[in-house]
């Protein structure tokens, strides 16, 4: 009997062990995150609550413009499984149908020009007049590479924008001219040193970006600022060309109020997990309350345009 007792036990130990590796190696692993450098902030946060929730998971997070992100995927065949996107038609326009299925709007942006105590005419800069202060002699101003970073192209948006706005000929072309192909970065977040250093007087930046790095910057007037829906229309009036998916092609980008966007990649080897970030994200009182106080509008509920079907089960119940 004793012997018996003995085996049952035995047995009775290895199921629970047993289960208990089964039930670690359904929630263990990792989540391989590109994203947009306006989003490391806010992603930043994300990762330590999450990973404080789920501490079998590691979040590993790569971030960089977002056209950056998409090529790591369709040009070098990085392994990732989620890719979140400052412009959600980037995912849109080099992800699917190839490399992911569908997209999810989850926050919106406005454009800024932002400045530092030591910057040139600090003085005196408003959302009337920023434009003549960028064209005066000595004042450096940047913007992100376009065809790297949405905000780069969302910045020359803003620049065709103001032309019409301000009724004044020609200023998107005497704007742009105005900055040297020096103070053009890769990435908008690379332009915060350059400010911060007195390199730069001025830099285009996101409003969410401005905030979390306490600079001080003009409000742009919603007509130009890219952050209003209600303006969409005037939007359309501004058009910047970007490198396509191959080389020697172009994408021509129509003004549009700034929508990010997050997918899960078809080939994203760690799917299971992937989904639980995406789910923690998505969540109201979770990332989205987290964008929220990172000076990021999330939108509530989140939204899907197509290809909702292919959406994991998960997730649908959270979105619109």
């Not at 997209?103 to 105590?117: A, E, K, P, R, S």
């Not at 911060?196 to 409003?207: K, T």
């Not at 129509?254 to 992937?274: C, D, M, Q, W």
Request: net charge negative; aromatic share 10%.
């Amino acid at each position: 009997m004793r012997r018996f007792l003995m085996i049952i036990s035995i047995l009775i130990g290895s199921a629970l062990t047993f289960t208990n590796l089964v039930s670690a190696e359904d929630t263990s692993g990792k989540v391989i995150i590109f994203h947009a450098g306006s989003l490391a902030f806010p992603f930043a946060q994300m990762e330590k609550e999450f990973e404080a929730m789920y501490p079998e998971i590691d979040v590993l997070r790569e971030s960089a413009g977002s056209r950056k992100c998409a090529r790591k995927i369709v040009e070098l065949n990085r392994e990732c499984d989620i890719m979140a996107s400052a412009d959600v038609t980037v995912i849109d326009t080099l992800l699917i149908p190839e490399f992911a299925d569908w997209d999810i709007h989850f926050t919106n942006n406005q454009m800024v020009l932002c400045y530092t105590d030591e910057s040139r005419y600090v003085d005196r800069v408003n959302k009337e007049n920023w434009y003549e202060i960028i064209l005066e002699e000595r004042v450096q101003s940047g913007y992100s590479d376009p065809n790297i970073d949405p905000c780069g192209y969302r910045a020359i948006m803003v620049m065709q924008l103001a032309e019409e706005y301000y009724q004044k000929p020609g200023l998107s072309k005497r704007l742009q001219a105005s900055i040297p192909q020096k103070n053009i970065r890769p990435k908008s977040v690379e332009l915060i040193a350059l400010l911060e250093a007195g390199v730069l007087d001025y830099a285009f930046e996101y409003r969410s970006v401005a905030v979390q790095q306490n600079l001080q910057f003009v409000e742009l007037p919603p007509q130009i600022n890219l952050g209003s829906t209600e303006y969409d229309d005037f939007y359309k009036n501004a058009s910047v060309k970007v490198s396509g998916k191959e080389p020697g092609t172009f994408i021509n980008k129509r003004g549009a109020s700034i929508t990010y966007g997050v997918t899960l990649l078809k080939n994203a080897p760690h799917k299971e997990e992937a989904i639980e970030f995406l789910k923690y994200l998505l969540n109201s009182e979770k990332g989205l309350k987290i964008l929220k106080q990172c000076g990021q509008p999330p939108i509530i509920p989140p939204i899907a345009t197509f290809n909702v079907d292919e959406i994991p089960e998960q997730l649908k119940l959270m979105i619109k």
